[in-house]
């Protein structure tokens, strides 16, 4: 089920759902987990998930889809704005982000769902937010799946995953008549 103020899974989340090459018992973060899509692709593939969201509609959507699936024992739900509520030194073999990556104006019509696309004037907002974090939550040699759109200035976004200590890639990209979609992936570097 997706809530109405939940966003419905298109092809950002299929292309990172597709795609995703995950080992099972690993540990995996699903951030901004929407209605669980992801959250529940990587249980059903073995994984212990967390999923979380900053939209509390969000996180009971993760919770009902989990329950209806029989998967609820598989994926711990919380709501959070990106880290917050981790203690540093909660790890993860694996972080996943379909993150809101489309450039906004001032005017915002305001309610959860615009939290789905919403990266502020640049598009970045949220996205630097999480490369600038996410390497404290990641085992070394951990990996991150990250969808982003041309609109948002993907380069920016390898250039810090490689300043963050990082080996990012585009693993696939998808075009479309306004965007291109790139899926990402990083590694975080194992320590000398
Ligand atoms: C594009 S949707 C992706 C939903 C789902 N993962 C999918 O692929 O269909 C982005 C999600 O990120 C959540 N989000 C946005 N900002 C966030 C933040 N600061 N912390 C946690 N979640 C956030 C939104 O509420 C939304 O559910």
Redesign the pocket.
């Known amino acids: 089920m997706v809530h109405n103020q939940?966003?419905?899974?298109?092809e950002?989340?299929?292309l990172?759902?597709d795609n995703l090459r995950l080992t099972p018992c690993s540990k995996v973060l699903?951030?901004?987990?929407?209605?669980?899509?992801?959250?529940v692709k990587a249980a059903e593939l073995g994984c212990e998930v967390v999923a979380?969201?900053?939209?509390p509609y969000?996180v009971y959507c993760v919770k009902k889809n989990a329950e209806l699936l029989g998967l609820r024992d598989r994926i711990e739900v919380l709501?959070?704005?990106?880290f917050?509520s981790f203690r540093l030194g909660r790890v993860f073999d694996v972080v996943?982000?379909?993150?809101?990556?489309l450039p906004t104006s001032d005017f915002k019509l305001g309610g959860?769902?615009e939290?789905?696309?919403?990266g502020g004037r640049s598009g970045r907002e949220?996205i630097a937010?999480?490369v600038d974090e996410v390497g404290g939550y990641l085992k070394d040699g951990g990996e991150v799946f990250m969808?982003q759109s041309s609109l948002s200035k993907v380069e920016e976004t390898l250039k810090q995953f490689r300043e963050k200590g990082f080996k990012p890639k585009i693993l696939v990209k998808m075009d479309f008549d306004f965007e291109t979609l790139f899926l990402i992936n990083a590694k975080k570097n194992l320590k000398p």
Not at 30 to 39: N, P, Q, V
Not at 52 to 55: A, F, H, K, M, Q
Not at 96 to 101: E, R, S
């Open positions: 939940v966003y419905e899974p298109a950002d989340s299929f990172l759902a699903d951030l901004g987990s929407g209605c669980g899509i992801i959250a979380v969201d900053i939209n969000a709501r959070t704005d990106l917050a996943i982000f379909n993150p809101p990556y959860w769902l939290k789905a696309w919403d949220v937010r999480f969808v």
